[in-house]
């Protein structure tokens, strides 16, 4: 197979032109995200830890699971939170459910950095905005496809999106979502659900 960065293959094939243009945006993320990190003295990933830590619940808020989410080992997680700790962003709440391993919450100061930073996507965001909204739900139903055979094929982790969740139903060409009893838009579909149960 060649390679999409190959200009004679990537100029005849459009899914060559789609995994360039999903590389550039890739690289719209890292820039703004690398930006984001230097104005408050942190690394990328501690930026994404403490979003992470704002939108969601307890339960998730641990080293074991952080680590599956940003596809990295404990140890590297564990390292983050270590300096996050040093520069009281987060404090560490004991599990009720689970001796072993800790919550990890916010502090006041954590909490106003990670609401600040939760914007670094703008730049993103804006330009999709002015799309016209059959263009965008076709973006977003391709995206989930491919997010979808990303996380079958092993090469992203968790992921929280209907297609993999326990309530998620696919009947006659529509979408279903068995606990708010609804049939879902495509547009409704989502990607990270606080609901999501994954399927057994
Ligand atoms: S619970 Fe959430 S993720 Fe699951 S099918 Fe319903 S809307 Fe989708």
Known sequence: MKSPFDLNQQNTKIESK???????????????????SKENSLSPIQIQILIFLLFHSE?????????????????TVSD???????????????????????????TEQGKQIAQKSANFTFNIEKPLSSLP??????????????????NKAGVI?????????????????????NLLQSKLASKELRIDCPEHEFKS
Request: overall charge neutral.
């Open 18 to 36: 789609i995994v360039v243009a999903l590389e550039r945006i890739s690289e719209a993320f890292r820039v703004l995200l690398w930006s984001e």
């Open 59 to 75: 339960e998730k808020c641990k080293v074991s699971y952080l680590a599956e989410e940003f596809n990295m080992t404990k140890a």
């Open 80 to 106: 983050s939170i270590r300096v996050l700790l040093k520069k009281e962003l987060v404090q560490k709440f004991h599990n009720p459910n689970d001796t072993r391993s800790y919550i990890i919450g916010l």
């Open 133 to 150: 909204e059959d263009q965008k739900k076709d973006i977003l139903t391709g995206l989930l496809k491919v997010i979808y055979q990303l």
């Open 157 to 177: 982790t968790i992921q929280r999106m209907c297609y993999t969740c326990s309530y998620y139903q696919h009947e006659n060409n529509e979408h279903f979502c």
